[in-house]
Every structure is written in C-alpha cells, then in structure tokens.
C-alpha cells in the first residue's frame, strides 16, 4: 500500500470506529463518552504512526509491536483513555506489587461497546455476535486484567452472543443506568 492508502485507509477506519462506539454509547446513555471516545487517534503521537502502520485487517499497534517489539502510540492511547483496561494498572499500598484496578462500570461498558466496534470493523462482512466474546476470552488480556472487570465484560460480551445487538444494547441500557455512579475501587474479592 502507498501512502495515500493507508492514510485514508487508517483515517476511515478510525471514523468508522468511533461512529459505531458513538452510536452505541448513545444507545446507552453514554453520551459524554460517545462524543469523546478514541479522541486521542487523531493526535500526532497516535494518528502518524497508525498510518505508517496500517494494514487495513487488523489494528496497526499489532504490525508495530510485530517490528519494534512495543508500541509507542499504544502507550499514549492506553494512558489517556480509561475505557481501557490498562489505563487502571497502578501499585497497591505504595508496594512493588502491581495491580490491575477494577474499572468503573461507565468506562468497562465502554469497553465492552470498543470491542463491538473493532470487531465489526476488521472483520467486516464476517462479523457475527458471537466475535468480540470469542476473540475476548480467547485473549491473553482476559487472563491479565482485573478479575472482576474481565467477568462482567465476559458476560456482557456472552449476552451480546446470545441474544444479539439489539437486546444486547437495551440490557446495557438498564445495567448502566442502575451502575453508573458505583465505584468498585474498595472492592476486596479479586
């Protein structure tokens, strides 16, 4: 690919993200969310070397840690969008030991909302429901993140299999709006 195509490549793909997560979040209440997600794609720091990445198949962090063994604009974005789960790793107790925190139930259903999305847009066409649960539990990060959170997005995720988007939406809907101001940072069962 020249430049030209993975610079509109890179830049439909991220409109198109963002569009569906938009969508979705607005489905579900998450309005300030939708209009912010993934804002970050567009900086510098994020945006050109995505480009010189791109691929088109499959999200251009995973080309770059495939050649330089990390990702730097994975580092920014990570750190400046707390629907990822990494944006809650920190040390408990002023110790060593390294901690995933559990997340926010507004920023895990955005998450959740984020992996829909990547879904749709790199597999295109192939996409089914049953995807994101798949590709999520099948995932090494399912294994590395917060207990707790990695479940409530497994059954998110495993709703959305079983009973498709639409219901899928509307049960986030009703979850969030009784979720949306819980903080489970003092939660002790991890």
Known sequence: MNFFQRFFGHLHTVNTHRFLVM????????YA????????????????????????????????KQVKGYSEFWLHHKG????????????????????A??????????????????????????????IPYDFFTSSWEYKAMNPFTAKQIADLLLY?????????????KSLYRQNKDVNYFNRTDD
């Open 160 to 172: 959305l299999k079983e009973n498709g988007e639409e219901k899928a939406l509307a049960y986030y």
């Open 33 to 64: 969310q939708g209009l912010k997600h993934d804002l970050s794609k567009y900086s510098f720091a994020e945006f050109w070397p995505s480009v010189r990445y791109f691929q088109g198949d499959r999200s251009p962090i995973s080309k770059e």
């Open 101 to 130: 925190q559990p997340m926010p139930f507004r920023y895990m259903l955005e998450s959740v909302l984020d992996k829909i999305s990547a879904s749709k847009v790199y597999n295109k066409e192939k996409y089914t429901d049953s």
């Open 80 to 99: 400046r969008n707390k629907h990822h789960w990494e944006y809650w790793i920190d040390r408990r107790n002023q110790s060593s030991e390294v901690y």
């Open 23 to 30: 969508k979705m979040c607005f489905q579900c209440g998450l």
